[in-house]
């Protein structure tokens, strides 16, 4: 059965690996830890930091996602998604309700990537937050955010019951066929009984 929500390792491969670990030794910085984590608290280069946060996949521990949480809401795009999904990896569900209060958080653009990161080892601790921002967002189909089908997926699995989901499962089927056709046969092989 497909699957609306990625399947991502969150693991560099070789290539990814080697590529990162060839620009810091380009930079003249050791591929650990610490230097990795001395850059975020420096923040002195996007560049940098984006890199340092894929390294920190490899060479990271659990010591690095405090580093990781205060970079999250850095004005940068491509920073907030590899730095929620780089937590999810090192967190391995632990951090589930920090994501899911990015959910929630004006300045936190990367939603859709919230979502996969919560995907990662989901757990029923973020759902107040998912919740809450599925109501806010979630009206119809034609017009949801990339992080729609991702929310009505983790709905579905995790608060089927709720008077809320149930409430946004309606808006979803009454404006079925505007959902993506790929979300459409997720949604109705996942959850029959809701999707129709």
Known sequence: MESLVPNWVLKLDDVEN???KEIFKKRKKP??????IEILKSQTSKT???WAILALREVGTVESIEYLKNIVLYKNMDIQATSVLTIAKLA???ENEFLGKLLLEKEFKQKWYAMVAIFYKPDKKPLPYV???GVKTIKN????NDAGELIITYLARYAPENEQSQKIFAKVNKDFENLSPFGQKCLREEFPKIFK
């Open 48 to 50: 940098d930091i984006y």
């Open 131 to 133: 919740l809450e921002y």
């Open 18 to 20: 080697k590529t990162v």
């Open 141 to 144: 189909c034609k017009n949801m």
């Open 92 to 94: 391995n569900g632990t």
């Open 31 to 36: 591929y650990t830890e610490d230097a990795m």
